[in-house]
């Protein structure tokens, strides 16, 4: 077991935990990651960036190694074993983010153990549709496919002039581009965008200025960049207009 200290223990870190499953915590203090490959890596770093307790947990331990000293804790141990998890006292931690992609059987088991342990909130990646469904079929709370979710948004960059695209739910998306000549020196309120185009500019950014929200006195010009909210095909459609 190796650890950085930031703060308390992991053992007492506060407790959000209710007999209810639907009584969620608004805000993830504590994390665990189990599964340190490239998903699970990249996961538990940027919680530590964002200020997190993270504790990671692998079955490798040159994975273990690998992250000595990066998370608040980081231990190898077997994540389909419930003692190993109580032993690490998982069960107090706000949310738990299964990371595990290599071994499904692996995946579906840490996963069933853990919502009998009453955690607020499960979170898994799937490595496909099936294994999906099973992980939805056993409760757990949000299933994540980082690989078909990536794709699905290079194929939507790769397409047009956005800058970048998220899609925020099933055909509704936000999406960055340059501000198109056609609402360029005129407060937004005047352009009809909502009539016209079925988008909502959400944000803009001059040249390297700290990004702002919009509303309808904002005025552009030419050079900038805006974040358009709006049904996905409305807001591409947006984003290609010069």
Request: glycine letters at 8%; charged letters at 25%; proline letters at 4%.
């Amino acid at each position: 077991m190796n650890s950085r200290r930031r703060g308390p223990p992991l053992a007492k870190f506060p407790r959000f935990i209710s007999s209810d499953r639907s009584d969620r915590v608004a805000e993830a203090h504590s994390v665990a990651v189990i599964g340190l490959g490239r998903f699970g890596r990249a996961l538990a770093l940027e919680l530590m960036t964002g200020g997190a307790d993270v504790l990671g947990i692998d079955l490798s331990e040159d994975l273990v190694q690998s992250l000595n000293g990066q998370l608040t804790q980081v231990v190898r141990a077997d994540s389909t074993k419930r003692e190993a998890l109580e032993q690490l006292a998982v069960h107090e931690f706000d949310r738990v983010v299964v990371a595990i992609g290599g071994d499904i059987s692996a995946s579906i088991l840490t996963c069933s153990v853990l919502l009998s342990m009453n955690i607020p909130a499960v979170w898994a990646k799937a490595v496909d549709d099936q294994h999906g469904l099973i992980l939805e079929q056993l409760g757990v709370d949000k299933v994540i496919y980082p690989e078909k979710d990536m794709g699905r948004r290079v194929a939507h960059l790769v397409r047009g002039a956005a800058l970048d695209f998220i899609e925020i739910a099933p055909g509704y998306a936000m999406v960055k581009a340059p501000a198109p000549s056609s609402i360029l020196d005129k407060p937004l309120g005047e352009t009809g965008l909502r009539r016209s185009h079925g988008v909502t500019i959400a944000a803009f950014q001059h040249g390297e200025s700290p990004w702002d929200n919009a509303d309808n006195r904002t005025v552009l010009r030419s050079g900038d960049t805006i974040l358009v909210v709006g049904k996905t095909r409305d807001a591409e459609a947006f984003a290609q207009l010069l």
